[in-house]
């Protein structure tokens, strides 16, 4: 493990926690002493992500937490939020046990979490994910939003 401040290799573990997701570590440089986090996680098989057009692309975490950073952006989601919607989204598309999934299904968990989270940041993301074509679709989706909450 490199040093992210002055690159010497040698590194001690001072605390090591287990995650639900990973495995957080809290590392000391033995050169300069500078402390940093690290965290460790299994690398599952590749899965690649079927878009509309019919293209593939391995799927993506980080992906998934820049669409919800995204939907989420001046709204009162905590990050910390945002990370778990990520993780669980993960867990659901590796539990499957396939090897390729259309982008379609990732949206979808993704808008059944947001729904629940935040009802602005749902449309938000619906908005792209569905990529509505004019304002009147834009206002059926709002409108299925306000009856399913009534």
């Known amino acids: 493990m490199l040093c992210p401040v002055c690159r010497a290799g040698g590194t001690r573990v001072i605390d090591s926690r ?3 997701n990973a495995v957080r570590r809290r590392r000391e440089c033995l050169q300069c002493k500078h402390r940093f986090t690290t965290y460790e996680r299994i690398e599952a098989a590749r899965l ?3 878009k509309k057009d019919g293209r593939r692309e391995p799927y993506s975490r980080d992906k ?3 669409g919800l950073r995204r939907a989420c952006e001046k709204r009162p989601v905590p990050d910390a939020a945002l990370t778990e919607i990520a993780d669980a989204v993960e867990r ?5 046990g396939e090897s390729e999934i259309p982008s379609s299904a990732v949206g979808e968990l993704v808008m059944g979490v947001l729904e629940k989270l935040d009802k ?3 449309v938000r993301f619906a908005s792209v994910y569905r990529s509505f074509a004019d304002v009147r679709s834009f206002q059926e989706e709002v409108s299925q939003l306000l009856t399913k909450n009534e």
């Open 120 to 122: 602005v940041a749902y």
């Open 48 to 50: 690649f992500i079927v």
């Open 64 to 66: 998934v937490l820049a």
């Open 18 to 20: 287990d995650d639900e």
């Open 92 to 96: 659901d598309v590796y539990a499957r």
